[in-house]
């Protein structure tokens, strides 16, 4: 066989338009289909850097919302903590104010004063501990019955801290006598009568 010779002037003629026209049309749509390939991962990519900035600034707004959420837990905490610690220490006056015995009290002065001298005021103020200190008046019939009564309180082991705060003399205006307020600490506050 004699190999063919490419004669275009010999029929039947090939018509190979339509074959350069469909590839043609092929190229140009691949070339539009990358274009638009190129530009879906342009933005692909621009969206992901506006994401990634998005997550970047989401995580450093949560990471503030915990410090955030932990220094108000911690500021919670402590109020609470002191809250709690006032709300302790004022039912633990209530208590000793509750356990505190009057007739204990009465009695131990009506053992501890002296004849000549009379209560003419008792204020008692119990501290958050439970310590109570007494502010009192007294009237007493001579100059040295605040002395007397100071060596007496002194001398009995339930009662300390005697606090002198006031002295006044017999006058026309108070004859009944000297006066004087003492304050003084009573360590059987919160116990029953001895």
């Not at 490419?6 to 539009?32: H, K, N, Q, T, Y």
Request: charged letters at 30%.
């Amino acid at each position: 066989m004699t190999p063919r010779a490419f004669d275009f002037s010999r029929r039947p003629f090939r018509d190979e338009r339509p074959l350069i026209l469909g590839a043609a049309i092929s190229f140009v749509l691949a070339a539009v289909l990358a274009f638009a390939n190129v530009r879906q991962y342009a933005d692909f990519h621009r969206k992901i850097e506006g994401t990634a900035r998005q997550v970047e600034s989401l995580q450093s707004r949560r990471d503030r919302a915990v410090r955030d959420a932990a220094a108000s837990r911690a500021a919670l905490d402590q109020y609470r903590t002191s809250n709690l610690a006032q709300q302790s220490g004022a039912l633990l006056r209530l208590i000793a104010e509750r356990r505190f015995s009057w007739t204990a009290l009465l009695a131990r002065l009506e053992r501890t004063l002296p004849a000549d001298v009379r209560v003419s005021r008792l204020s008692p103020k119990f501290s958050e501990k439970g310590e109570m200190s007494i502010d009192c008046a007294f009237i007493g019939k001579g100059g040295d019955a605040v002395v007397r009564t100071i060596t007496a309180f002194a001398r009995d082991p339930l009662f300390e801290a005697i606090d002198l705060r006031g002295e006044t003399a017999p006058d026309a205006a108070r004859p009944e006598g000297y006066t004087f307020d003492l304050v003084l600490r009573y360590r059987k506050s919160a116990r029953g009568p001895s």
